[in-house]
């Protein structure tokens, strides 16, 4: 399995909602991301994750909460966002720095699509 | 911090050779990636190079110069397909990849 999957592809929610985007990779990354994208920008780190641990946070809101479970899944629980949270949320995995990153780099999912009303 | 700079946008021709450009300020050099993303869909990786030199792979091609704060990405015999926005990541010494704001290459028949 090379893929990472990001669950739901779509997401439309209210300002006052609590949703959750899940990720979930096989490929024994122990690095994981979320990036942030907004049309025709390119994508912008939120969170990193390397061995379960939250290791980068880029200033990031407090109505976006991480979560890692386990080495294999990644969670980006959401709560009272605003419309201008709406972007592509894009999760991506890597072997740790050392470990083969610099050859394979990033390997992205498809993305959440998320729209809040 | 890192600031990464590429043209906006490139056009070429079916079956050319397109170079896209991309020039970069970092606090600490770890590597720098480039990366194919197609409208509506995530980024796929091309690329890495850490040291000075040209990497090769099939039909792309990418060059770092460290001291120049320099690289490359080298696009030949170019397809419909290779239409597409192409970023320039650098990784910095803590491990994280910022992305140029991409350049949005199309291929002409």
């Known amino acids: 399995d090379t893929e990472v999957t990001q669950t739901p592809k779509h997401l439309v929610m209210g300002m006052t909602n609590k949703k959750s985007l899940k990720c979930e990779q096989h490929?024994?990354?122990?690095?994981m991301y979320w990036y942030k994208q907004k049309a025709k920008k390119p994508p912008e780190l939120m969170f990193v994750y390397s061995y379960e641990k939250l290791s980068i946070n880029e200033s990031v809101p407090s109505r976006f909460s991480p979560e890692c479970p386990n080495s294999s899944l990644l969670n980006l629980h959401l709560h009272a966002l605003q419309p201008e949270d709406s972007a592509l949320y894009l999760c991506a995995s890597s072997q740790s720095p050392g470990q083969g990153a610099e050859v394979y780099g990033y390997t992205f999912g498809s993305g959440t699509r998320l729209t809040v009303v | 911090g890192q600031n990464i700079d590429q043209p906006t946008e490139m056009t070429a021709t079916e079956g050319a050779i397109v170079q896209i450009n991309c020039t970069y300020q970092t606090s600490g050099f770890n590597g720098l990636f480039w990366y194919q993303q197609h409208a509506g869909e995530a980024p796929t990786f091309l690329s890495y190079n850490v040291l000075d030199g040209l990497e090769e792979k099939g039909r792309f091609s990418s060059f770092l110069s460290r001291s120049k704060g320099y690289s490359y990405l080298l696009l030949k015999e170019l397809q419909m397909k290779d239409s597409a926005s192409y970023l320039c990541?650098?990784?910095?010494?803590?491990?994280?990849?910022?992305f140029g704001d991409g350049t949005t290459l199309t291929v002409k028949p």
């Open positions: 990541a650098v990784r910095d010494n803590a491990g994280k990849s910022t």
């Open positions: 490929m024994g990354h122990r690095a």
